[in-house]
């Protein structure tokens, strides 16, 4: 499913095309792809709202396959293995941020499903060494949301600097903040959610969140920490109220409509902003074997590869329940 010109994710942007597979070069690894989830991110790439780096593009960043075939050089993955595929798709491995555990960083890094072509297909070309194991608790499709929203809401846990017990704050609770939840319980954690949907809320309760309410409302107590997940810096600002002093906002976002003026008193005692990028390999194995550990439970909804502009309209309209997952 190819985008060749962003568009209202209504007039479906992406658009059904036939190519035959190559073979992997050096280093490469050839998935046949079983799940692919689908990203905020990918909706942002497709209407527009997020700068396309190449055009045309496959997109589609959490990617579960089997090898179909190895490249040159390729000793630690064998034909018939599953691998996961995330946002990372390589890094320079040589710079001083790849050289100190912040390969997130790397100004030559590229992305799956932004610089080469993602999920959104029946085959993916990947690098071997950004591929992922994935732990055997979790069948395909369940996999899929672990590997963006599920990565990510672990990192910015780690930007938030939430310590177990703490108070938590979570703005917004679509996919990934449905798994940040989890993990934050398992540590312990107090969590207090913000989202305009009612259906979101009662899911927030159930899943052991103690206080749920809208933006616009304070959450009983001052929050240690906060993790936004809304593209709205309106979002953020509400979260910034309401944490206590000393406390960060991890704003989980790539993309934001931007960032509201506001009197400085609302960042004034030590509270912090923080932005969450990307995640590193070392992330993602953590996050992956702390999932199967919990277990984290995913919920997503399934469509067939051809119905990636139906995933994505639903997506625009807040309809997804928990995730959306395209089956190959
Ligand atoms: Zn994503
Ligand atoms: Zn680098």
Same mark, same amino acid.
């Given at each position: 499913?190819?985008?060749?010109?962003?568009?209202?994710a209504?007039?479906?942007p992406?658009?059904?095309?036939t190519?035959?597979p190559?073979a992997?070069?050096?280093?490469?690894?050839l998935?046949?792809?079983?799940?692919c989830?689908?990203?905020?991110?990918?909706?942002q790439?497709?209407e527009g709202d997020l700068?396309?780096?190449k055009?045309?593009?496959?997109?589609g960043?959490?990617?579960?396959?089997?090898?179909? /075939?190895?490249g040159?050089g390729v000793?630690?993955w064998r034909?018939?293995d599953r691998?996961?595929v /995330?946002?990372?798709a390589?890094?320079?491995?040589v710079?001083d941020k790849?050289?100190?555990?912040?390969?997130?960083?790397?100004a030559?890094?590229?992305f799956?499903?932004?610089?080469?072509?993602g999920?959104?297909?029946?085959?993916?070309?990947v690098?071997?060494?950004?591929?992922?194991?994935?732990?055997?608790?979790f069948?395909?499709?369940?996999?899929a949301p672990l590997?963006?929203g599920?990565v990510?809401g672990?990192?910015?846990?780690?930007?938030?600097?939430i310590?177990p017990?703490?108070?938590?704050g979570?703005y917004?609770f679509?996919a990934s903040?449905?798994?940040?939840l989890?993990? /934050?319980?398992?540590?312990?954690?107090?969590?207090?959610?913000a989202?305009?949907?009612?259906?979101e809320?009662?899911?927030?309760?159930?899943?052991g969140?103690?206080w749920?309410g809208g933006?616009?409302d304070?959450?009983?107590?001052?929050l240690?920490a906060?993790i936004t997940?809304a593209?709205?810096?309106?979002?953020v600002?509400?979260?910034l109220?309401?944490?206590?002093?000393g406390?960060t906002v991890?704003i989980?976002a790539?993309h934001?409509?931007?960032?509201p003026?506001?009197?400085?008193?609302e960042?004034w005692?030590e509270r912090?902003?923080?932005?969450?990028a990307?995640?590193?390999?070392a992330d993602?194995r953590e996050?992956?074997a702390?999932?199967a550990q919990i277990?984290?439970?995913?919920?997503f909804e399934t469509h067939?590869?051809?119905d990636?502009?139906?995933a994505l309209?639903?997506l625009?309209?807040?309809e997804?329940?928990g995730?959306?997952?395209?089956?190959?």
């Open positions: 499913m190819l985008l060749e010109r962003p568009a209202p209504a007039a479906g992406l658009r059904a095309v190519r035959a190559e992997p070069g050096p280093g490469q690894l998935l046949r792809i079983a799940a989830g689908v990203c905020r991110t990918d909706l790439l497709c700068a396309p780096r055009m045309p593009i496959v997109p960043h959490q990617i579960v396959g089997r090898i179909e /075939a190895v040159d000793s630690d034909a018939g691998a996961g /995330a946002w990372l390589g890094t320079c491995g710079c790849c050289r100190s555990e912040r390969e997130n960083l790397c030559s890094a590229t799956t499903g932004w610089d080469v072509d999920g959104y297909a029946t085959h993916a070309m690098r071997a060494d950004f591929a992922l194991r994935l732990p055997d608790a069948d395909d499709l369940a996999a590997l963006c599920g990510i672990y990192r910015s846990l780690k930007r938030s600097a310590a017990g703490g108070r938590l979570l917004g679509g903040a449905l798994i940040t989890q993990v /934050a319980r398992h540590w312990g954690c107090r969590v207090f959610v989202t305009r949907s009612t259906a809320r009662e899911r927030a309760r159930s899943l969140a103690e749920t933006y616009g304070a959450p009983p107590e001052p240690d906060a997940f593209p709205s810096g309106d979002v600002r509400a979260a109220r309401a944490v206590d002093r406390a991890a989980n790539i934001l409509d931007r960032l003026e506001m009197p400085y008193e960042l005692w912090r902003l923080a932005s969450v990307n995640f590193t390999r993602a996050f992956l702390l999932a277990p984290v439970k995913t919920s067939p590869l051809a990636a502009n139906v309209a639903r625009s309209r807040g997804v329940d995730a959306a997952v395209l089956v190959t």
